[in-house]
T-cell receptor, first 113, second 112 residues
Framework: NAGVTQTPKFQVLKTGQSMTLQCAQD?????MYWYRQDPGMGLRLIYY???????DKGEVPNGYNVSRLNKREFSLRLESAAPSQTSVYFC????????????FGDGTRLSIL | KQEVTQIPAALSVPEGENLVLNCSFT??????LQWFRQDPGKGLTSLLL?????REQTSGRLNASLDKSSGRSTLYIAASQPGDSATYLC???????????FGTGTRLQVTL
């Protein structure tokens, strides 16, 4: 039972490069989320998808785009990477909205030089 | 805007000790509160979820309480073990979209 799978686990980019972080869940969850975790800042929500076909901005959406490809997959794209986007990115999913618990992947560690 | 604070930022205790981790929040209009554990280099593992209508939840040696009126939650760990060493995060759900607002965590070390 894989749960939430994120790829890649590590990545180094140069400023200005683009990249897509992949996330897939096998729990038949409706809702999916992208967070970033920075030292001293806690996790902050970038974008979320309450259900297939919908996406909404979170607290820190600037510089990112998302695609809910299908019910299983939710990708996060950096169009032109900046050093300020160096972070650990976590994908999560939940059965739905209304206070269901969220389940997290192991994260993608992204460094932008 | 909801603000979540966890104090202390770090805690070291000897094995076998009972301990309490604290989480405080500024807006009592919450749907639920979730406690997570994060091991170094890993993702978050959900430990307990307390709905806004509940006062506490228990799982094994863990007990979480919620007091919305005072804006506080505590995570009680009984008979701590070295395997409990991790960072513990609390997160609040304040809307129907289940978006979470996280605290910065308490890093716990349980020593032999």
């Amino acid at each position: 039972n894989a749960g939430v799978t994120q790829t890649p686990k590590f990545q180094v980019l140069k400023t200005g490069q683009s990249m897509t972080l992949q996330c897939a869940q096998d729990m038949n969850h409706n809702s999916m989320y992208w967070y970033r975790q920075d030292p001293g800042m806690g996790l902050r929500l970038i974008y979320y998808s309450a259900s297939e076909g919908t996406t909404d901005k979170g607290e820190v959406p600037n510089g990112y785009n998302v695609s809910r490809l299908n019910k299983r997959e939710f990708s996060l794209r950096l169009e032109s990477a900046a050093p300020s986007q160096t972070s650990v990115y976590f994908c999560a999913s939940s059965e739905g909205t209304g206070g269901r618990p969220q389940h997290f992947g192991d994260g993608t560690r992204l460094s932008i030089l | 805007k909801q603000e979540v604070t966890q104090i202390p930022a770090a805690l070291s205790v000897p094995e076998g000790e009972n301990l309490v981790l604290n989480c405080s929040f500024t807006d009592s209009a919450i749907y639920n509160l979730q406690w997570f554990r994060q091991d170094p280099g890993k993702g978050l593992t959900s430990l307990l979820l307390i709905q806004s209508s509940q006062r506490e939840q228990t799982s094994g040696r863990l007990n979480a309480s919620l007091d919305k009126s005072s804006g506080r939650s505590t995570l009680y760990i009984a008979a701590s073990q070295p395997g409990d060493s991790a960072t513990y995060l609390c997160a609040l759900n304040t809307g129907t979209a289940s978006k979470l607002t996280f605290g910065t965590g308490t890093r716990l070390q349980v020593t032999l």
